[in-house]
């Protein structure tokens, strides 16, 4: 089956390129998404929608009121961008110094307008209504729990969000039921030893020498005590110590990020970690401090929600729906699924480029497929009139 974009998204393909241009040369960050929120108030009021400002800080929500009994259905899409000097050179690249769209959100706060433009031509046929959600701050502040604190959930039945991926070609629908993204806890650890001469190590507590048994040490709890048929990861990303090449070091600190997709593994990282810490330590007569904050939780679909979204992006790209894609990345959608039904999927976006194909996300001169855009809101759109006009 080809794909099949709605005529309706079809007729304002170039206004959502537009948009998501637009944004993506003016990217924010964090919960300083100013102008990217009044671009999104503005779009929403000029269509007649109930909107709310300053939700979750800068936050929008703009409610499409239909004329039935139905049930609130909540969409959702973020607007920050992330600290990345872009190397590309698009028409529309950054013009902010060292912030750039380098994970699509530019494209999903597109969608979702995309989505609300046309979805208002059906206002009068809704047997329900329809909440539309753009959050600030998905990218490491946790925007999601300030707006759930703010009240977009409230009288919400079931929510979805979106994520473009340049990990799938374009045409293809990344989705699962249950875990589809994992935990995101981060930590440090402060080695404390006792430096001195490089000729000279007796009496001294290499700090170096303590972090590389730490290090290799840490990564047996992915080997060797968890299920190697349940995804973990525990990484340590950063290490910064020592003053010079004949100075043993007195202390370093290493950071990290530990994932999973259970609580069970959740605890299990943590405890031992805890456990091999005092060891070495004491194996070391080094003094380590250790920190450990949970992150986002993992991002669970309903299998409800799940089976529904199935139903409508199929209409849209055929076979081409329910690749069961997992990542070991984290979501703050995790926080509105832990309260409602939801279900959060992925939608191809690798650029047809071959140069770009292999370009990650958080690149300095990430895109997208700007067709991908289309498929995003003709699901969106799509799923609204399954739940909420072709009711059975």
């Not at 979702?112 to 753009?134: E, H, M, P, S």
């Not at 380590?288 to 991002?299: H, K, M, R």
């Not at 140069?355 to 067709?371: M, Q, T, Y």
Request: contains cysteine.
């Amino acid at each position: 089956m080809k794909i099949s974009i709605r005529s309706e998204v079809k007729d304002i393909a170039e206004e959502i390129i537009a948009i998501r241009r637009d944004i993506h040369k003016h990217p924010e960050l964090g919960f300083e998404v100013h102008r990217t929120a009044e671009l999104v108030s503005n779009h929403l009021k000029k269509l007649g929608f109930n909107v709310s400002d300053g939700i979750g800080k800068t936050g929008v929500v703009g409610d499409l009121i239909g004329h039935g009994s139905g049930p609130t259905i909540g969409l959702r899409a973020d607007m920050d961008a992330l600290p990345i000097q872009e190397t590309s050179d698009l028409l529309y690249s950054s013009v902010n110094d060292g912030i750039m769209h380098a994970c699509g959100h530019d494209g999903h706060t597109a969608m979702l307008l995309g989505a609300a433009t046309v979805l208002k031509q059906f206002q009068n046929q809704l047997n329900g209504n329809v909440r539309f959600i753009f959050q600030p701050a998905e990218e490491g502040d946790g925007g999601a729990r300030y707006m759930i604190e703010d009240g977009c959930l409230e009288s919400v039945d079931e929510i979805f969000g979106i994520h473009l991926w340049n990990y799938q070609p374009y045409g293809e629908v990344g989705v699962k039921e249950g875990p589809i993204l994992a935990a995101a806890d981060f930590f440090d650890i402060t080695i404390k030893g006792i430096g001195g001469h490089g000729a000279a190590p007796q009496g001294t507590i290499d700090a170096v020498l303590v972090s590389a048994h730490l290090i290799t040490a840490l990564q047996s709890i992915v080997s060797r005590n968890t299920n190697p048929l349940e995804s973990t990861v525990v990484t340590i990303g950063q290490i910064n110590g020592g003053h010079n090449f004949n100075v043993i070091a007195d202390k370093i600190v290493l950071k990290g990020t530990a994932r999973s997709y259970s609580k069970e593994n959740r605890q299990l990282i943590q405890d031992r970690m805890e456990e091999i810490i005092s060891g070495i330590a004491k194996t070391f007569s080094a003094e380590i401090d250790f920190n450990y904050s949970e992150g986002y939780p993992p991002t669970v679909n309903n299998e409800i929600s799940y089976q529904k979204l199935m139903l409508s992006a199929k209409k849209i790209v055929g076979d081409k729906c329910g690749f069961p894609y997992l990542s070991m990345g984290g979501e703050d959608f995790s926080y509105y699924a832990e309260k409602i039904p939801g279900c959060f999927f992925f939608v191809g976006s690798a650029p047809s480029d071959k140069k770009l194909r292999s370009v990650p996300h958080h690149c300095s001169h990430f895109d997208i497929d700007e067709n991908a855009l289309l498929i995003g809101s003709s699901i969106f759109v799509q799923l609204i009139e399954d739940q909420l006009i072709n009711i059975r």
